[in-house]
């Protein structure tokens, strides 16, 4: 449990994800709004933590190569034909 | 049958989760299964795109490769067509799928004697990191600010976060990620799926799930600071 006069910045950083999750309990959560009303480098940290997730956001799935479904789709068929 | 469903990359970001526009996802589970038993190969080309991108994430980390984890997708899809008949639909297929995924991947790295991070994805509070080097931070017996920032972040460029190279540097840093942690950033914040989906197909808690997001989260943003920081000062 968080002391909510003493978070300190270098605890705050720990707890970002926890707060953009919604994991804070109610007590953590006042000491952690707390903090950032008053902290110009964590509502910085906390904004570029923001960036970086709408950035990663922006990169590209992974997607089936013509390949690979080929393959799979040919796997179906031979099911269909002889189910295990 | 040809091939009649569009396959834009983007489409994930915006149907993250279950509620998609495609035929094979607004099929309830149910459904979905019923389908597959059919043979309906519409129904199975659907949904082994729409799970392609997560299902090779998450073999990635058992694999030493991106060839090798394409080879566990295909064997997992066989299992799974194989085992169509047995699933009895206490998890949801999804589910299901992922964890015969995970078998498959832990049952081939067994027979190729590699060594799999087991530790690294369900202990991953045992090793502490720091999101940020606590060298940033004043010291503390600092008598003012003990734990305050000592060199704090500065605010990042706006218009150079958009560039293609800054998603190569994103890219990069993602790559070189413990694999458990790469795996978790790409699946929540690249594949938008929601903390539960990503805790049932690694079979992770929800605290080791925000662990691993967290850090590798924390990993990233420093990766960007470092990259376009030079800017800055």
Known sequence: MIDTEALSCQELVELVTDYLEGALGERDLRAFEGHLADCDGCTEYIDQMRTTIRVVGTLTPNDLTQAAETALLQAFRDWKRSPS | ?233
């Open chain 2, 1 to 233: 049958m040809p091939n009649t469903l569009p396959l834009g990359p983007r489409r994930r970001r915006f149907l993250p989760g279950i509620n998609g526009t495609f035929a094979a996802v607004t099929l309830t589970d149910a459904e979905l299964v019923a389908a597959l038993r059919a043979g309906d190969e519409a129904a199975y080309a659907n949904v082994v795109r729409e799970w392609h991108s997560g299902l090779l994430r998450v073999a990635r980390i058992f694999t030493p490769s991106h060839a090798v984890a394409e080879e566990v997708v295909q064997e997992t899809w066989l299992r799974v067509l194989g085992a169509l008949d047995r699933f009895e639909g206490r998890s949801s297929l999804k589910t299901w799928v992922f964890r015969i995924l995970v078998n498959t991947a832990k049952t081939r790295a067994q027979r190729e004697g590699r060594t799999i991070p087991f530790s690294a994805l369900h202990e991953p509070a045992r090793v502490p990191e720091a999101a940020v080097d606590p060298e940033r931070f004043l010291p503390d017996d600092h008598p003012h600010r003990p734990g305050g920032w000592g060199s704090p972040p500065r605010e990042l460029p706006e218009e150079r976060l958009i560039a293609g190279e800054t998603r190569e540097v994103i890219e990069r840093a993602i790559e070189a990620l413990p694999a458990s942690q790469r795996a978790v950033i790409s699946m929540r914040d690249v594949e938008g799926w929601s903390s539960e989906e990503v805790r049932n197909a690694l079979d992770l808690s929800e605290v080791n799930q925000r662990v691993l997001l967290h850090r590798a989260r924390a990993r990233v943003r420093q990766a960007l600071e470092d990259y376009l920081a030079p800017e800055i000062a």
